[in-house]
């Protein structure tokens, strides 16, 4: 899918999924604060989905040194990679349901996968604590990480037909 089909179709998806996730949002208190962000969530999410298809190993690196530079025309809003990472967080729910919504029909033939999402570096795991009691330690064919999996079957065509994000000692069967 080239960016310019691949962003009209997030476009789209959000145009339709914001004011109903917006509406149905529970609240405690109201927030002293809503900052309006520069960044939509379409564009937002269109990074994310670019970043995990470029080939790059460090988000960081694809921002500031791909995005900032040679997509600044798509992106005339761009804000700081802070801010960025910021607005990163919001757009995990949206791009779960994004993906939810774009699964294709089972053919017969199917493939499984998955691969280790580390949380830390092993020397870490002690004093983290952002996970804990959620990540687990899990063994790949390169040795052993500390975190989630993410499981994912496409068919024969390369379409997503279905995914699980599992804790990192889960059977990849």
Known sequence: MDILHLFCDIDDFCLK???NF?????SDKPKLRDRVSQMSLSEVMRIVVNFHSSGYRNFKTYY???VCKHLRGEFPRLVSYNRFVELMKDS????????????????????????????????RIHSNKVFEGIAKRGKT??????????HIIINHLGELLGFRLTPGNVDDR
């Open 141 to 150: 064919s390169v040795g052993w990480f500390y975190g989630f999996k993410l």
């Open 64 to 66: 500031l040194e791909y």
């Open 22 to 26: 917006n509406q149905r949002l529970l």
């Open 92 to 123: 995990l729910i949206p791009l779960t349901f994004y993906l939810e919504s774009r699964k294709a029909e089972r053919s017969g033939i199917s493939f499984v996968d998955s691969t280790p999402i580390s949380i830390c570096h092993n020397r």
């Open 17 to 19: 999924f914001e004011p």
